[in-house]
């Protein structure tokens, strides 16, 4: 951090939190003006990785763009995956096998659980806690080894195909699942015994960084901070995508809308994709994993499309507008964490700094996806 005296000097300071501080978990810049150690005006500055993937797909195949997708949101790349292959298979009427279908349910859950292991390790060091992030970090290996062993990758999946997925899976990865399901749920006590009761976590988190629904709808936040500020939304359960509307699970939603709903949210999303996963391993049915005859050349009719899905982070939509060629005319990528961010300069007016940290670590903010 480095300090500026400004001309009111004795009353208030700037304070750069970022870009490469590690409270900031990325390259981001929060320019903050502090009257003593409460905010007065905090100011995000972004850019600083962009790489301006809108643009690229203008200038590349439907099919050239599909690794793009997980230098987004790389901690949750399988859902900005399947966000775009199920775009361009309704623009072009390919439907993908049912056996195809779980898998990238499957493995977008499992990834949605090891995204929500890293926010919950980094956030609770973010706090003082070193040991939580070892914990997480073992779990989550778990998952990467199972990710790794189908996809061949463990962070930037480029899984998913249009009209299905790319390889099927193998003969240990049904059972390595239900072995991880059974561990996981066996887990979650601990790190409620752990983490969650901790009096120090209690006490830096409740009633601290309210963020009313009100301020949710004005910014378009989305996800577990929307969910955390009570509104019941979740695009899964209602604006169903794939296979998500067959099956049963619940959508965690708390009023309070403090850090601690928020994180409260996420915990209970991993039970909850534990549940869409155990039901879709139990019923994977046999068959084909790849659509027969997709053209090798992606040419979707004149139009534009708009797929929404959700995210670890909250609502990831892309609309795309076709020209008929194999090259996208337009594209437009609308980043969850971009609106979760931009609440920030108004939910911490009048904050301690270290309360305005415990609230910007409750957001969950992956910078690439919104320098995207």
């Given at each position: 951090?480095?300090?500026?005296?400004?001309?009111?000097?004795?009353?208030?300071?700037?304070?750069?939190?970022?870009p490469q501080h590690?409270?900031?978990?990325?390259?981001?810049?929060?320019?903050?003006?502090?009257?003593?150690?409460?905010?007065?005006?905090?100011?995000?500055?972004?850019?600083?990785?962009?790489?301006?993937?809108?643009?690229?797909?203008?200038?590349?195949?439907?099919?050239?763009?599909?690794?793009?997708?997980?230098?987004?949101?790389?901690?949750?790349?399988?859902?900005?995956?399947?966000?775009?292959?199920?775009?361009?298979?309704?623009?072009?009427?390919?439907?993908?096998?049912?056996?195809?279908?779980?898998?990238?349910?499957?493995?977008?859950?499992?990834?949605?659980?090891?995204?929500?292991?890293?926010?919950?390790?980094?956030?609770?060091?973010?706090?003082?806690?070193?040991?939580?992030?070892?914990?997480?970090?073992?779990?989550?290996?778990?998952?990467?080894?199972?990710?790794?062993?189908?996809?061949?990758?463990?962070?930037?999946?480029?899984?998913?195909?249009?009209?299905?997925?790319?390889?099927?899976?193998?003969?240990?990865?049904?059972?390595?699942?239900?072995?991880?399901?059974?561990?996981?749920?066996?887990?979650?006590?601990m790190y409620h015994?752990?983490?969650?009761?901790?009096?120090?976590?209690?006490?830096?988190?409740?009633?601290?960084?309210?963020?009313?629904?009100?301020?949710?709808?004005?910014?378009?936040?989305?996800?577990?901070?929307?969910?955390?500020a009570g509104i019941?939304?979740?695009?899964?359960?209602?604006?169903?995508?794939?296979?998500?509307?067959?099956?049963?699970?619940?959508?965690?939603?708390?009023?309070?809308?403090?850090?601690?709903?928020?994180?409260?949210?996420?915990?209970?999303?991993?039970?909850?994709?534990?549940?869409?996963?155990?039901?879709?391993?139990?019923?994977?049915?046999?068959?084909?994993?790849?659509?027969?005859?997709?053209?090798?050349?992606?040419?979707?009719?004149?139009?534009?499309?708009?797929?929404?899905?959700?995210?670890?982070?909250?609502?990831?939509?892309?609309?795309?507008?076709?020209?008929?060629?194999?090259?996208?005319?337009?594209?437009?990528?609308?980043?969850?964490?971009?609106?979760?961010?931009?609440?920030?300069?108004?939910?911490?007016?009048?904050?301690?700094?270290?309360?305005?940290?415990?609230?910007?670590?409750?957001?969950?903010?992956?910078?690439?996806?919104?320098?995207?």
């Amino acid at each position: 951090m480095s300090v500026h005296a400004t001309s009111h000097i004795g009353e208030t300071f700037v304070l750069n939190l970022g870009p490469q501080h590690p409270a900031t978990h990325g390259v981001l810049r929060i320019k903050l003006t502090m009257d003593g150690e409460y905010i007065a005006q905090a100011e995000p500055v972004l850019g600083y990785s962009h790489r301006m993937h809108e643009k690229m797909a203008e200038n590349r195949s439907w099919h050239q763009f599909l690794p793009n997708t997980a230098r987004m949101d790389y901690l949750h790349a399988l859902a900005f995956n399947l966000a775009y292959v199920c775009l361009v298979e309704r623009m072009t009427g390919i439907e993908a096998p049912e056996r195809a279908q779980y898998i990238r349910v499957i493995t977008t859950e499992l990834n949605r659980i090891a995204s929500h292991l890293v926010w919950f390790g980094a956030f609770v060091l973010d706090l003082g806690g070193f040991s939580p992030l070892l914990y997480a970090f073992d779990d989550r290996e778990y998952i990467l080894d199972l990710l790794e062993n189908v996809t061949g990758s463990r962070l930037t999946y480029c899984y998913f195909r249009f009209g299905g997925v790319y390889n099927d899976i193998d003969e240990d990865f049904v059972p390595g699942v239900k072995d991880f399901i059974k561990r996981m749920r066996s887990r979650i006590p601990m790190y409620h015994s752990l983490v969650t009761k901790n009096i120090i976590l209690v006490k830096r988190l409740k009633e601290i960084g309210p963020i009313p629904a009100e301020m949710c709808r004005k910014y378009g936040a989305t996800g577990p901070v929307a969910r955390g500020a009570g509104i019941n939304f979740d695009v899964r359960k209602h604006e169903p995508y794939s296979l998500y509307s067959a099956f049963d699970f619940d959508v965690p939603v708390y009023p309070e809308g403090d850090s601690m709903a928020r994180y409260m949210v996420r915990m209970d999303e991993i039970l909850e994709s534990l549940r869409i996963i155990e039901q879709a391993v139990n019923r994977l049915p046999d068959g084909s994993v790849m659509a027969d005859k997709v053209p090798k050349s992606i040419k979707p009719p004149k139009g534009d499309c708009y797929q929404a899905v959700e995210t670890a982070r909250g609502s990831f939509g892309i609309r795309a507008v076709s020209d008929g060629t194999s090259t996208p005319y337009r594209m437009k990528l609308r980043s969850p964490t971009y609106s979760n961010l931009s609440l920030f300069a108004e939910a911490s007016q009048g904050m301690l700094l270290p309360d305005a940290l415990a609230l910007l670590g409750s957001l969950d903010l992956v910078i690439p996806e919104i320098d995207r």
